[in-house]
């Protein structure tokens, strides 16, 4: 695992926005794994305004998203279809047919995860994958207690995810309670990975995922088996780690 330092939050976007620039351009028909929260959006915003000084062209670009909470339709601002179309989508020039997220209003919501599963496949897998981390170890939706051989799923949320994304509604019973989510295999049959963490509320399980032992009970420790990842974080993410 290759470890980035950084100042900031900023400083984070900034040095993670260069390394899905770079892929972008060394592989113009790459296919992006991308994800939600708020995490990223310092990092699309860099991209964003890269593509308008003519530095990025995402023309050629797929992309595929990590996960979609359920019952949430494409209008709702907390719908990550919306997050993504306004906070990266819509800004750039990555053609519309291109972009993949689950489907969070399908009435089989098992089949639609099989139907996502085969268009990664179909897409000959994701060359960039980039994550953010949970507050208890999740990547993606992957709780505590996901198996690592889990392809795309549904799943129910924990009680402290629920309560982390709550910031995010106007009441805690809005949240939604289950989600679609790409699998830790998945994840993990990703050529490259990407995750970015910051904030001292992040220094502890910073800790456990990436310097702690491999168990489901953190399932982002399962990265440390990766070949290739690069793990952004601020001095406070990494303020507990001996590094």
Known sequence: MKIINANDYNDMSRKAANIISAQVIVKPDCVLGLATGSSPLGLYANLVERY????LDFSQVKSVNLDEYLGLTHDNPQSYYYFMNENLFRQINIAPENTHIPDGL??????ACTEYEQI??????IDLQLLGLGNNGHIGFNEPGTAFEQLTHCVSLTESTIQANSRFFEKLEDVP?????MGIKSIMSAKK???IVNGKGKADIV???FFGPVTTDVPASILQMHPDVTLVADAEAL?????
């Open 177 to 181: 309670t289950k989600a679609c989510t």
């Open 52 to 55: 308008k000084q003519g530095d």
């Open 207 to 209: 800790q456990k995922a």
């Open 120 to 125: 990664i496949q179909s897409l000959g897998g």
């Open 106 to 111: 399908t009435e089989n919501a098992e089949q």
């Open 239 to 243: 303020s507990l780690c001996d590094i």
């Open 193 to 195: 990975i990407v995750i």
